[in-house]
């Protein structure tokens, strides 16, 4: 009589995520408090009323807070991790240990404060059909990982040994750093990205705050200052009003800096990529902390992009395409900054190659520039036709100029097309498809052959009269189009791609 395994018991996240909903509550509740004091400021109760609402508010939400920790359990099972949660309508979804790619874990500021982490369970399914967890306490949420980690590996060599294989024990080589920034990189790269975001934040905070700021007597009072002391303005003469619009681009400039400055550091800092026995881990964050692992075989392509000013200076992002999503994206960034020399080695460890000197590059059809630049610019012609008919019958003085202001953007918009032609290119090597575009900013898309899905060619009306097609190739997780391909260039693509995915295996390829 064989004694059966004991049945795994549901657990519990840790007690303190009740405390984050508390505090998260307190935070929603700053607002409705700040509406109600200031708009009964004038009644005498106004600071009463608020302080009643915002403990409403942080006791209803610290309740259901409690309510969704109670009901929220999981269970490591012997073949799966199962996880329960809901409180008026109960969910449960099960994963099996082989199906999860890897596990991630996330700190935000709240939960970083009380030493908890959200634990992601990455399926590749993508988006919100990833499973979590939060929040466990930093040991728990390390030790669940290493927990799933090793269940995977179990299934995946119980597996092998099915098909007769045998896997050896092999010791895992230590961590090879890839690329990190450093204060230094980061305050370069804070340089090149100036936003002007916070303005937009204070324009809408100024108009939220005019309901009980009278901030419209404000600058009738300040306008009734100026038209006092005209004279005395105008006495100080054109110099004032230059040396003022030269301090206004300072202001704009400093802030716009500064902007961007904070966002690099809170979003980037100590970020860091390796080389790992399981594949590429990237860890970055200074209030937000992530903790990210992409095996190498999920990686379906790479992304070099860059932006006009930066490209001036040698500078370029690389993102990995995967089969899960990055804050919504589809993209892993993991060199948001970086020189091309530090990007080779970086592709080089996913399997992935720069363009040779010699590769064989192929423009778009010259019949898809001119149709391309005929559609950007009719837009223009048919304003200039609508707006000078209307100059014509009501201002015959205008004709010209509502004529000619379209009629140049119409040759703008046609030279930019075919400029833009030019550093449109594609080329093929023996395991590659590599795209890129772009004139002021080029980007580039490298896919390996064997891991694209499908190759397909579609033609619109237009396209089937001149000649030309759009290759759409079946990329997990991305796209991957190559627009105005001559025809018989598009089938030779296809024929190639379809060549090479008819020729693998992929019974063969490694999956872990």
């Given at each position: 009589m064989t004694a059966t395994a004991p049945k795994a018991q549901p657990q519990r996240t840790a007690p303190l995520s009740v405390a984050i909903g508390l505090l998260s509550s307190a935070q929603n509740a700053i607002v409705p408090i700040a509406l109600v004091a200031f708009s009964n400021s004038g009644r005498g109760y106004g600071i009463l009323a608020a302080l009643g609402i915002g403990a409403a508010i942080i006791v209803i939400g610290s309740f259901f807070s409690y309510l969704r920790w109670r009901r929220l359990t999981y269970t490591i099972g012997a073949q799966?991790?199962?996880?329960?949660?809901g409180v008026l309508s109960r969910a449960a979804r099960s994963v099996p240990y082989e199906r999860i790619q890897d596990v991630s874990l996330e700190q935000k500021l709240l939960p970083r404060l009380f030493g908890l982490v959200a634990v992601k369970f990455e399926t590749g399914a993508g988006g919100g059909d990833d499973l979590s967890l939060a929040y466990l306490t930093e040991d728990a949420g390390e030790e669940l990982r290493q927990l799933i980690r090793e269940r995977r590996d179990a299934q995946v060599a119980e597996a092998s040994e099915a098909r007769g294989e045998t896997p050896g024990?092999?010791?895992?080589?230590?961590?090879e750093t890839l690329?990190?920034?450093?204060?230094?990189?980061?305050?370069?790269?804070?340089?090149?990205?100036?936003?002007?975001?916070?303005?937009?934040?204070?324009?809408?905070?100024?108009?939220?705050?005019?309901?009980?700021?009278?901030?419209g007597d404000a600058i009738d009072l300040a306008g009734s200052w100026f038209s006092d002391r005209g004279e005395e303005v105008a006495a100080l003469g054109a110099t004032l009003q230059i040396l003022s619009a030269l301090?206004?681009?300072?202001?704009?400039?400093?802030?716009?800096?500064a902007t961007g400055m904070i966002r690099v550091f809170t979003r980037e800092w100590n970020f860091l990529l390796e080389r790992t026995a399981r594949g590429f881990r990237r860890r970055r964050g200074l209030f937000t902390r992530t903790d990210v692992v992409m095996p190498i075989h999920r990686v379906q392509g790479v992304m070099i992009g860059t932006r006009a000013l930066r490209y001036r200076f040698g500078w370029h992002n690389l993102r990995f395409v995967s089969l899960a999503q990055d804050a919504g994206s589809s993209s892993h960034v993991v060199a948001p900054f970086a020189r091309m020399e530090e990007i080779r080695p970086i592709i080089a460890a996913a399997g992935f190659d720069l363009p040779r000197e010699d590769a064989d590059w192929h423009r778009a059809s010259k019949?898809?520039?001119?149709?391309?630049?005929?559609?950007?610019?009719?837009?223009?012609?048919?304003?200039?036709?609508?707006?000078g008919t209307v100059a014509l019958l009501i201002a015959p003085e205008w004709l010209l100029f509502a004529v000619l202001i379209p009629l140049v953007l119409a040759a703008i918009a046609a030279g930019a097309n075919?400029?833009?032609?030019?550093?449109?290119?594609?080329?093929?090597?023996?395991?590659?498809?590599?795209?890129?575009?772009?004139?002021?900013?080029?980007?580039s898309?490298?896919?390996?052959?064997?891991?694209?899905?499908?190759?397909?060619?579609?033609?619109?009306p237009v396209a089937r009269?001149?000649?030309?097609?759009?290759?759409?190739?079946?990329?997990?997780?991305?796209?991957?189009?190559?627009?105005?391909v001559p025809l018989e260039r598009a089938r030779e693509v296809r024929r190639e791609v379809l060549e090479t995915i008819a020729a693998t295996d992929f019974s063969d390829l490694e999956t872990a």
């Open positions: 799966d991790i199962r996880v329960e949660s024990t092999v010791e895992e080589p230590a961590a690329f990190a920034m450093g204060p230094e990189r980061l305050f370069t790269f804070g340089l090149f990205e100036f936003s002007l975001a916070v303005f937009a934040v204070l324009a809408g905070l100024a108009q939220y705050a005019d309901g009980f700021i009278e901030i301090a206004g681009l300072f202001v704009v400039f400093i802030v716009g800096s019949r898809y520039r001119t149709d391309s630049a005929i559609v950007d610019s009719s837009i223009f012609i048919l304003t200039a036709i609508a707006t075919m400029l833009a032609w030019r550093f449109q290119r594609h080329a093929l090597d023996p395991s590659q498809v590599i795209v890129t575009k772009g004139v002021l900013s080029p980007r898309q490298i896919a390996t052959r064997l891991k694209l899905h499908s190759a397909e060619i579609v033609q619109g009269l001149r000649g030309y097609a759009t290759v759409h190739l079946g990329l997990a997780g991305g796209e991957l189009a190559i627009p105005g």
